[in-house]
């Protein structure tokens, strides 16, 4: 298979204004000039992590999907990145995964984050999503996510990865950068696929700091490519499938990898 180029977009979000922050977006993703397969961006990358959805919150192919439906034709490739979304009366912090072509499948946060009262607020999905980039099969979740490992665990059935790439798109707060750092180590690791995680940086309106550490860890858990805290960037990565192939040959502890159901 093919090599992924994927790009990863680092930034400061202003606090639950859409139009600034699709603005600020647009000035970054513009100055990608290398041709890439996947564009990924924060967590609630046109508000924040807001808990106000009366304010914030957008239906579906609101003003934000239509920006992330035109960026993706404009730059030929997958943009993924979540919305404050209203459907039915329910809310959702919902990821979409949304190609070039306008096609596009969504993500609903599972884990809702009961320490800032997301669960009170925010109903939680129950399905993950497997999109696919050049036969490449990816796991998109959200942030708090990452502390559950049997939620974001790969399999292997019928000779068969489930994913080749896991992605965690976040406002994870600066106060807990060490286990972010360390859980998708090891998630890299424990589920042999390449991990992307798209951290925000700045202060958010309730005076929560984040410090981004944004990074692109391979297969044997070495980070490959990490933006500087703190620093607005977008760094750019090559995923080799022939790595990857080769990593779960010499070692393929997949074999014995246990067999579950997740019971919600």
């Known amino acids: 298979m093919q090599d992924i180029n994927v790009a990863i977009v680092q930034t400061d979000l202003i606090w639950e204004d859409v139009d600034k ?3 600020n977006l647009n000035k970054k993703i513009d100055t990608i000039n290398t041709s890439v ?3 990924v961006l924060p967590e609630m990358f046109n508000t924040a992590f807001s808990m106000n959805p009366l304010r914030c919150a957008e239906p579906i192919h609101g003003i934000s999907w239509e920006w992330i439906k035109n960026k993706a034709k404009e730059k030929n490739c997958v943009i993924t990145g979540s919305i404050l979304t209203k459907e039915n009366g329910y809310f959702y912090n919902r990821l979409y995964w ?3 072509d ?4 969504y993500y ?3 884990h809702l984050f009961r320490f800032s009262g997301e669960h009170e607020v925010f109903s939680a999905g129950s399905k993950r999503i497997f999109p696919s980039i ?3 099969k990816f796991c998109p979740l959200i942030c708090y996510d990452l502390r559950f490992p049997v939620w974001s665990m790969n399999t292997f059935e019928n ?3 489930k994913y080749d790439c896991l992605i965690y798109v976040a406002n994870w707060a600066e106060t807990r950068k060490y286990p972010w750092i360390s859980l998708l180590i090891a998630r890299a690791i424990e589920n042999q696929a390449y991990v992307i995680a798209v951290n925000r940086i700045g202060t958010d309106g309730k005076g929560t700091t984040f410090s981004g550490d944004s990074m692109i860890i391979d297969p044997k858990g070495n980070i490959m490519k990490q933006i500087p805290s703190k620093l607005e960037s977008i760094e750019y990565a090559s995923l080799s499938y022939s790595f ?3 990593c779960r040959e010499h070692f393929p502890v997949s074999l014995d990898w246990d067999k579950f159901n997740i019971i919600n």
């Open 21 to 23: 922050n699709l603005l």
């Open 37 to 39: 397969d996947l564009i």
């Open 98 to 100: 949304m190609q070039p």
């Open 102 to 105: 306008g096609d596009y499948q």
């Open 108 to 110: 609903d946060k599972k």
């Open 134 to 136: 050049k036969d490449w």
């Open 159 to 161: 000779n068969t990865f």
């Open 244 to 246: 990857l192939q080769s």
